[in-house]
């Protein structure tokens, strides 16, 4: 059984940094594509990036590139979500999620992928 577990959320203020992190365990972790989506109050689940099996192919949504960056180390099983210059507007529970197969792009709606993590919240105070 695939488990994904989520660390690094917290409180931040408007401009500060946060690193999350997603450990896979269960499963190859190579075998799966990787992304991470978000949920604010009031609102549904989004798309925030994603990355490829080995890391070479990433995609953001507008909203976010130039500011966050994902990468994966596949030897330790984790994919991870730098976040820059956070603003008030990023505020959400922020989910990984992994897509089994192997992909020349990641994908990005909700419902190809399938597992889930239990969510980390990010707060940034303005």
């Known amino acids: 059984q695939v488990r994904l577990v989520e660390s690094g959320g917290g409180l931040v203020q408007t401009g500060g940094s946060l690193r999350l992190s997603c450990g896979l365990s269960?499963?190859?972790?190579?075998?799966?594509?990787m992304g991470w989506f978000r949920q604010a109050p009031g609102k549904e689940r989004e798309f925030v990036a994603g990355?490829?099996?080995?890391?070479?192919?990433?995609i953001y949504r507008d909203s976010v590139k130039g500011r966050f960056t994902i990468s994966r180390d596949n030897a330790k099983n984790t994919v991870y979500l730098q976040m820059n210059s956070l603003k008030p507007e990023d505020t959400a529970v922020y989910y990984c999620?992994?897509?089994?197969?192997?992909?020349?792009?990641?994908?990005?709606?909700?419902?190809?992928?399938?597992?889930w993590g239990q969510g980390t919240q990010v707060t940034v105070s303005s």
């Open positions: 269960g499963r190859t972790f190579s075998g799966y594509a």
């Open positions: 990355i490829t099996n080995s890391g070479g192919t990433t």
């Open positions: 999620a992994a897509d089994l197969g192997h992909r020349n792009s990641p994908r990005t709606v909700e419902y190809e992928y399938d597992y």
